[in-house]
């Protein structure tokens, strides 16, 4: 079973910029895929971003494409998303997700398992 736990999230202006870091322990971290979800209030959990294990691909929600930027450090067990220009409506609570399955690449697989941290940016 493996547990994630996010960190990271705050209040910032619209235009600034926040790192997320998400802490992985459990099982053996460098195989699986990660990725970020986030859920607005009101709203629905939305797919962010996604690494592979090695991260040397990756996937972004349009809403996010070249403004975040996810990336891992497998000998720290941890997975980042850095976030720049920031808008109010990506105000939400940020979840950390991995794949059950190791060596697989597909953002629709992975699950939430984090409790998430709160990103309120404001106008």
């Known amino acids: 079973q493996v547990q994630l736990v996010e960190s990271g999230g705050g209040l910032v202006q619209a235009g600034g910029s926040l790192r997320l870091s998400c802490a992985a322990s459990?099982?053996?971290?460098?195989?699986?895929?990660m990725g970020w979800f986030r859920q607005a209030p009101g709203k629905e959990r939305e797919f962010v971003a996604a690494?592979?294990?090695?991260?040397?691909?990756?996937y972004y929600a349009d809403s996010v494409k070249g403004r975040f930027t996810i990336s891992r450090d497998n000998a720290k067990n941890t997975v980042y998303l850095q976030m720049n220009s920031l808008k109010p409506e990506d105000t939400a609570v940020y979840y950390c997700?991995?794949?059950?399955?190791?060596?697989?690449?597909?953002?629709?697989?992975?699950?939430?398992w984090g409790q998430g941290t709160l990103v309120t940016v404001s106008s």
């Open positions: 997700a991995a794949d059950r399955v190791p060596n697989r690449f597909d953002y629709r697989y992975l699950e939430v």
């Open positions: 459990g099982r053996t971290f460098s195989i699986y895929a």
């Open positions: 690494i592979s294990w090695s991260g040397g691909r990756t």
